[in-house]
């Protein structure tokens, strides 16, 4: 599949194909990573990050900010 590089403001851009992106679970509002390989190609790949991640240390700064209280609402 070809695509043209494209002037976008002070960059460039290339149009990715929707079939492109499906094929590698990536959808608009993503955050993706761009690096160059050793053979000199642009490899885009999605950002994964794991369920929970930050939760922890998110706990421990809100314990140190003095919040505690409970979190979620009683019934």
């Given at each position: 599949?070809?695509?043209?590089?494209?002037?976008?403001?002070?960059s460039?851009?290339?149009?990715?194909?929707?079939?492109?992106?499906?094929?590698?679970?990536?959808?608009?509002?993503?955050?993706?990573?761009?690096?160059?390989?050793?053979?000199?190609?642009?490899?885009?790949?999605?950002?994964?990050?794991?369920?929970?991640?930050?939760?922890?240390?998110?706990?421990?700064?809100?314990?140190?900010?003095?919040?505690?209280?409970?979190?979620w609402?009683?019934?």
């Amino acid at each position: 599949m070809k695509s043209q590089v494209r002037k976008v403001g002070n960059s460039h851009g290339v149009i990715i194909p929707k079939p492109l992106l499906d094929e590698i679970g990536i959808v608009d509002g993503d955050v993706v990573n761009l690096k160059v390989n050793k053979k000199g190609r642009i490899v885009l790949s999605p950002v994964r990050t794991e369920a929970r991640a930050g939760w922890a240390a998110d706990s421990k700064a809100l314990v140190q900010a003095g919040e505690t209280g409970r979190v979620w609402p009683q019934r």
